[in-house]
C-alpha cells in the first residue's frame, strides 16, 4: 500500500496577520458564526460544552438528546443515579469525569443559582468541570457577554499561524488576541478563528489554497487564485449547512 506524506503544518515566516483585515475576511466568510452544539438555553449549553472536552460536538449531539429528555432540569440532573447518567454521556469519552462534572455543575446551579446559569466569569468557574472556554462560550453564545475570548485548539493554532499569538496555553493565547481585537469582536472571533481551524486551517495539511486569510497569512504555503472576496464566498456557502449550529466545542 503506498503512504502518502501529508504536508508539512504550515509556520509563520512573515509578519503578523493585520487585525482588522483579519476580522473583515473572516466577517465576509462567516458573517454569523455559531454554536455547533445543541442546545435550547444556558444550562443546556453549559452540560453540551463540558460533554465536548476532548470530543466531537457531533458526538456530543448524538447524546445530549437523551440525556435531556430524561432529565430536563438542573435538579433533575444532579438527582440521576451516577451509573445511568454515565451510560447516557458514555460515547462522549472521559464518561466518568464528565458524568461527575455535569451532575456537580447541575447541582450547583440548582442549589446556589436557582436553576440559572450565572451570567459572570468568577461565578460559572466556580462550578464543577467548567474552565475559562467552557466560560467563554456560555457568556458569549447564551448570553451575548462579551468577557472573554472563546479558544480552543483550533483557535490556538489558526492564531499561531497567522502570528497572533506565540503562546501556547489557551489563557495566554486569550489574553493576547484579547488585546489584539476590540471587545466588540470577541465573541464572534472566537468561533470564526475556530471553525477556520476546523474546516480550512487544518491541523495537518492546512488547505491554504481556499483560505480567505491567504494574502495577510505569515504561514501559507502553496499558491493561490482568485480573490480573497471569492474564497470568502466559497467559505460561506461550505459552511451554509453548519454555520448556524457550528462552533465551539469539541474537535
Ligand atoms: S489555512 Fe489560512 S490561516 Fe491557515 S496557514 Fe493557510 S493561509 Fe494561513
Known sequence: ???????????P???????????????????????ELDHKDAWTLLIATIL??????????????????????????????????EAVVHRTGFFRNKAKAIQGASLAVHQQHAGQVPRDMPALLQLPGVARKTANVVLGVAYRIA?????????????????????TTAEKVEHDL???F????WIDIGHRLLLLGRYVCLAKGPKCEDCPL???????TGQVQGTW????????LALLPTEGADGVGGE
Open 1 to 11: 500500500m503506498v503512504t502518502r506524506k501529508k504536508p508539512a503544518p504550515a509556520e
Open 52 to 85: 465536548s472536552a476532548q470530543s466531537t460536538d457531533r458526538t456530543v449531539n448524538t447524546v445530549t438528546p437523551l440525556l435531556f429528555a430524561k432529565w430536563p432540569t438542573p435538579g433533575a440532573l444532579a438527582a440521576a443515579a451516577r451509573a445511568d447518567v
Open 178 to 180: 484579547s488585546a489584539k
Open 13 to 35: 515566516s512573515g509578519p503578523p496577520a493585520d487585525v482588522v483585515e483579519v476580522q473583515q475576511r473572516l466577517t465576509v466568510a462567516m458573517p454569523q458564526p455559531r454554536c
Open 214 to 220: 491567504f494574502e495577510i497569512c505569515p504561514s501559507h
Open 229 to 236: 472576496q471569492d474564497r470568502a464566498e466559497h467559505l460561506r
Open 182 to 185: 476590540p471587545r466588540e469582536q
Open 147 to 167: 468577557a472573554g475570548i472563546v479558544v480552543d485548539t483550533h483557535v490556538t493554532r489558526t492564531s499561531q499561524r497567522l502570528g497572533l499569538t506565540t503562546a
